[in-house]
Each structure stands twice: as C-alpha cells, then as structure tokens.
C-alpha cells in the first residue's frame, strides 16, 4: 500500500456516512398498510355560515357536544375498518355512521334500551346517526361479523 491508501479509504469511509446521515435525515419512511384509513369528521371550531367540517384523527374528535361526530366504517373480506377503536365524545353529541359493506349486515351501537340498528345492504353505501343521550362506554358493533367497530367513551 501506497501512503495515500489509507486517506483513500478513510475519505471513502466518511464519504459513505455524510451520505447515510443525509439521506436518513431527508427520507420518510411509509408504512405500507392494506387497511382503509379510518376518517372521523368533526369541526374544529363553530362553523361560519361558509365553513365546512374538517377532518380529524380518530383519536381526536371533537369533545363539544354541539358538533356532529362522522365516523367512516368499511366492512370488507370479514373485516371492519375501524376495528375495536376507542373514540372519547361527549353527552348529548350526535354520533353520524357511515357505512360501506361488501355483505349484508346489521350495525348495531349499544346505547340503552333498545340500542340503535341501522341495517346495511352490500355495495350501497348506508348513513344512519343517534345521540348519546347519558356517559358511559357504548360499543357500536356490526352483527353479522360479531365484531366490535367502535367504543364510544361519552362524558
């Protein structure tokens, strides 16, 4: 070796890892998933006459009862979409179910006495809503599949 071979391989080396360090610092990485993504809508703040709802993670709906709580639910292959979510709302909001199946189903939400049913043809997308009307941790669940879809957490 020549005395300008190891400043060769140490430049190399330094090289390798600026670049790693860069291209870490500037890449996302994607997580690949074959789910629909969940959309709960709900306004972030009281509406002008020329405002829309935005949309907001499932974990942060709205809490003002005032607001109307959209939730977007797939039922597919023998899977809901969301699955066993737990979404917090408040008494006395009103709760909108928007469902998508690709088989006949019945939603059921658990809500006392005779809960709310909202029957679902395959292919035809179904909207249906009912209020929470006293606290307590309500399951909205699909009867056909005997899977819950959400857990309502009313305060």
């Known amino acids: 070796m020549t005395e300008s071979a190891p400043k060769t391989y140490g430049a190399l080396i330094l090289g390798a890892v600026v670049l790693g ?22 306004p972030s703040e009281p509406p002008s006459p020329a405002a829309s709802p ?8 709205s809490l003002n009862p005032d607001y109307t709580l959209t939730i977007n639910i797939v039922i597919a292959k023998g899977k809901t979409t969301p699955n066993a979510e737990k979404i917090n709302v408040r008494v006395g909001q009103k ?24 029957p679902v043809k395959a292919g035809t997308p179904t909207k249906g809503s009912f209020t929470l009307e006293s606290p307590g ?19």
């Open 21 to 42: 360090l860069l291209s870490g610092c500037t890449s996302t990485v994607q997580p690949q998933s074959n789910t629909t993504p969940t959309t709960v809508n709900s």
């Open 54 to 61: 935005t949309s907001v993670s499932p974990s942060m709906p």
């Open 95 to 118: 709760v909108i179910l928007n469902v998508t199946s690709d088989a006949d189903d019945e939603i059921h939400a658990h809500i006392g006495g005779d809960g709310y049913e909202l």
């Open 137 to 155: 941790t309500f399951e909205v669940e699909s009867h056909h599949l005997e899977k819950i879809i959400v857990i309502l957490n009313a305060h």
